[in-house]
């Protein structure tokens, strides 16, 4: 496993990270099997998770709290602060107060604190954003006070789904930690203005959806059939599906030694921008997580496979089934 600096806190984090969405929040759930995963992936050298306390209410953190007893000190944990609305993402009309008041902040931190049953986290994140809470700085003196309380180490802000321009300003604020983005083969829009903003200020970036939520592994092929209470089976129409099997089997002429499968392409692809801190696929299987663990090998891809695999971008716009507009 490699490392890397996460922006300016001076915190190391593994190259692969571990997203823990799927632990907590959806799908058939089997706690003895994530909590292998978790343990496999910190056994093999991850020292990041990403949570949230939406994740199952609060189920992943849970989860992650028991598993990192006794090591909590080797352990990154990023969680999230959601919307008092319990709507995403936010919209540009709705108020700070209705949505990041300073006490809810500090409540949600002290429920996530309990949560994942420690004293401190070490990144925390608002969960959404617009880019008028650049004015409204209540959020920013709420983080900074958690921060000056020792329960938060770092701040910053997950950006809505595939929205890769919304958070431009707000890094180049220098006012945030961290980014949280999706960013993989198909949503290359970040490297456009947020990736180099990122650099010039120092901000952790942490790629989320390496893999188009399972597309780009190469897996989800026209007729896929998904597991109960799976929200994808929703959001990937047969139209839908069919269109990215088409473009993911495009994907596998650039498949080579350093990178055998699609799915270590796919996460060589987010790992070979500058700008990038950790990637954090979504890991539920131990299975997963080994094979995730080997794509940080010290073997990016290529200048030239990065300019052809630019080519394959596409921006869907298909946003997930529960987006509010
Ligand atoms: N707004 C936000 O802040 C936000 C939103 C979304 C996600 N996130 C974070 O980002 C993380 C990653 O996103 P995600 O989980 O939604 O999407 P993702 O990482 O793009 O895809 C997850 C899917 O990939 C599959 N997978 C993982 N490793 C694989 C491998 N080696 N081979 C084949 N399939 C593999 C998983 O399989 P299984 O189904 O078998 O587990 C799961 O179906 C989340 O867990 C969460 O921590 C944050």
Redesign the pocket.
Known sequence: MKYRNLGKTGIEISEIGF????IGGW?ALDDAEAIRALNRALDLGVNFI???YAYGDGHSETLIGRVVQGRRDKVVIAT?IPPKTMR?PVLPHEALSDTFPKEWIIQCTERSLRKLNTDYVDVQQL??WTPGYLQQTEWFEALTLLKEQGKVRAFGV?AN?WEPYETTDLVKSDMIDTI?VIY?IFEQRPAERLLPAALAHNVGIIV???????L??G?MGPGYQFGKGDWRADWLTPDRLAEAARRVDALKTYLTPDAPTL?ALALKFCLSHPAVSTV??????VA?VE??VSASDGKLLSASTLAVLKEHAFAHGWSYPWAQK
């Open positions: 997203g823990s969405w799927g799908g990403d949570t949230a999230k995403w969960h959404s997950s789904d949280q993989n989320r959806v390496p893999f188009e939520e399972g780009l592994t897996k799915a954090i696929p979504g890991m539920r299987k997963n094979a995730n």
